[in-house]
């Protein structure tokens, strides 16, 4: 094929172009992080979050541009039961195929919960010169949130497991062979299943020219989401059941109590980064 001369200038400068719009930024953002549920009669503590983070924002004019990346983000917090000493019920089958209510009781139940997760995020970004060398910064739009492992470490000073067959009229706290009865100083490590969801996320702050080709950029943000990274198909025990011993129980988690449960990550606070041009 013969080069025509005026398309390969045009094609190169047309790239050079591109790369003189586009804007890289790596950085690190950091504040709360919480993971808000509605499952009633649970306590989440506020917990700090933070993520990594590097963006591409390509300029459509001198105050206009559309931006995207990747941002590797972690939650934790602890979750508690409102009322300590209360009794949660679940439904089970014991080996002989028989259903009964499964009823856990627990003293200082704490549940550690540690969610990490993949963020896409896409952009528009305001900008405009306020004085020499300063840029006020204004971004939003939406993140693809992706869950990569949400763990638990529950933890209680004692746990208590009972049965109840409705058909029989009948109680069964203290069979330890079969998992019914009381077990100390619990401590057992679980993990809740996940799906995808969208977020919305705004930033608001400056850049600070460090020369001419780097800058700092100061933000604050706020990321809100929507739907629920629960996904689970049944109501489970928050701690499981094990029929074979009163030890063992699985860490099923409080928010596994109820399956169509909101869960969702809410963060706000601080980005910090640095932009090469």
């Given amino acids: 094929m013969k080069l025509n001369i005026k398309n390969t200038i045009g094609i190169t400068t047309f790239l050079i172009s591109q790369a003189i719009a586009a804007q890289f930024y790596v950085g690190v953002q950091s504040g709360i992080g919480n ?10 503590g506020y917990g700090l979050g933070g993520a990594v983070k590097a963006s591409y924002i390509y300029s459509l004019s001198n105050h206009i541009g559309i931006g995207t990346g990747i941002e590797f983000a972690q939650y934790k917090q602890d979750v508690s ?9 679940n439904y089970q089958i014991d080996p002989s195929t028989s ?3 499964y009823r856990i009781t ?9 969610l990490h997760a993949i963020q896409i995020p896409l952009f528009a970004e305001y900008k405009t010169n306020i004085n020499k060398g300063v840029d006020f910064n204004f971004r939003a739009g939406a993140k693809y949130f992706l869950p990569v492992k949400y763990k638990i470490k529950a933890t209680a000073s004692s746990v208590n497991g009972t049965a109840y067959y409705p058909d029989v009229n009948l109680t069964i706290d203290d069979l330890p062979e079969y998992g019914f009865g009381s077990q100390s100083n619990y ?11 969208m977020m ?13 080709k780097n800058a700092l950029y100061a933000a604050m943000f706020l990321e809100n989401g929507y739907g629920s990274i629960l996904d689970q ?7 499981g059941y094990n029929p074979t011993s009163t030890s063992e ?5 409080l928010y596994s109590t109820n399956k169509n449960a909101k869960i969702r990550p809410v963060a706000f606070g601080l980005v910090l980064g640095w932009k090469l041009r």
């Fill in 249 to 253: 129980r699985k860490a099923n988690g």
């Fill in 200 to 212: 919305s996320m705004f930033e608001l702050g400056f850049t600070f020219d460090m020369g001419s």
């Fill in 99 to 101: 259903a009964f209510e």
């Fill in 233 to 239: 198909d049944n109501d489970e025990s928050y701690i």
């Fill in 35 to 44: 993971i808000q549920s509605d499952v009633r009669g649970t306590s989440p």
């Fill in 81 to 89: 039961l409102r009322n300590s000493s209360a009794t949660l019920t």
């Fill in 106 to 114: 627990t003293s200082n139940y704490k549940e550690r919960q540690t």
């Fill in 187 to 197: 401590s057992a490590s679980g993990e809740y299943q996940t799906k995808a969801i």
